[in-house]
């Protein structure tokens, strides 16, 4: 632990593993964090069976790493520990399988807490219910655990029927390799709202949006696609590698002067803060969560016009094309 920070924030010291050892884990899914969270387990001396659907295909990739797969209703009987790593709009299908299966004084745990957050999945009082998140895609789980590194990790405590919830979460996240990073105590709600906040108003949707605006300005204004793209998309990541290393100082400080007062003095006129408050309200209200449950339960209409229209935009010709002249920057 440390003072340092205003949230807490444990490390290997803090964990002990030996609150996760003895238990059967079952990781349901084994996608982008199942599989990582499965393999550092295993390698961690902890039980793990792997439930996945009889037509998966993922049986067999999970099968050759050595481990022991199940059907998630099967996985779900024997383990201690029950961890929903499925896709969010799968897992209340999923919880319908396997709810009968939890045991008093079982985990079930999550990666994201959507679908406790906005109640689409309500576990009996009589078990734990906890979130071990790491901020990282698994394949990075995976990798930093093999070189006895970690991706930092949140982990909350939404039911505590065992009074051990917290302890055994911070030895799941040992397990996994997150307590090598560190990892901060949230909840369940301050995850998901500042989850969808970010993806929606600044990672996801908002960088995007912001690229195409910038490209579609100048390409309207008569400037060639090819330039527009170099300006407003190839750039970008040279600006955020910087930001990530150094902060918003060691960028300032990377560009030109020029660069620095134009942005400074103008970046601000392209931020909608009010409509950043309006998605955040969106978020905090449910409002955003209603309207994806209901998109997915009309098979997802919006989203595939969403979708194929970012597909047909301009950008991602141009972008094809000229992401053939970085091919070298791929084989270093
Ligand atoms: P994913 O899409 O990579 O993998 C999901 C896996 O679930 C699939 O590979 C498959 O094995 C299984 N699956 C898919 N459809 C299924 C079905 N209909 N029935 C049963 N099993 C099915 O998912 P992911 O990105 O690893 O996400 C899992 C959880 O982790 C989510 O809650 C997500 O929010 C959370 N999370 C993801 C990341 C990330 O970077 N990917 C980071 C932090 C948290
Ligand atoms: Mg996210």
Redesign the pocket.
């Known amino acids: 632990m440390t003072d340092e920070f205003t949230t807490e924030i444990y490390y290997d010291e803090d964990a002990d593993v030996s609150n996760i050892e003895d238990k059967t884990v079952a990781i349901l899914g084994y996608g982008s964090q199942g599989h990582a969270h499965a393999l550092n387990l295993a390698d961690s001396g902890v039980d793990v069976v792997v439930g996945l659907r009889k037509s998966s295909d993922s049986r067999e990739a999970a099968e050759a790493e050595g481990l022991r797969v199940a059907t998630p209703t099967q996985a779900a009987r024997e383990a201690d520990v029950v961890n929903m790593l499925v896709p969010d709009t799968v897992q209340p299908y999923v919880w319908e399988d396997i709810r009968e299966e939890l045991e008093a004084g079982d985990t079930l745990q999550f990666a994201?807490g959507f679908n406790i957050h906005y109640g689409q999945i309500e576990p009996p009082e009589d078990v734990d219910v906890t979130m071990v998140a790491p901020k990282s895609p698994g394949h990075l789980v995976r990798r930093t655990y093999e070189r006895d590194e970690g991706t930092p990790g949140l982990l909350a405590v939404y039911q505590n029927a065992s009074d051990q919830a917290f302890e055994e979460g911070l030895a799941y996240a040992q397990a996994i390799g997150c307590t090598r990073a560190g990892v901060i105590e949230t909840t369940f709600q301050e995850e998901v709202e500042t989850?969808l906040f970010?993806?929606q108003a600044v990672l996801c949707g908002g960088v995007t949006e912001m690229v195409k605006a910038g490209f579609e300005t100048l390409v309207d204004a008569g400037y060639s696609p090819e330039m527009a793209y170099f300006e407003c998309l190839n750039e970008l990541k040279l600006i955020v590698d910087l930001m990530y290393e150094g902060g918003h100082m060691e960028m300032w400080n990377s560009v030109s002067d020029t660069a620095e007062y134009g942005g400074l003095t103008r970046g601000e006129e392209v931020i909608d803060r009010e409509g950043m408050e309006e998605i955040l309200e969106g978020v905090q209200n449910g409002e955003f969560a209603r309207e994806w449950i209901s998109e997915n339960q009309a098979n997802r209409p919006a989203y595939k016009q969403y979708r194929q229209a970012e597909q047909d935009h301009q950008i991602e010709e141009v972008g094809e094309r000229l992401r053939e002249l970085f091919e070298w920057g791929d084989q270093e």
């Open positions: 994201h989850d970010g993806e």
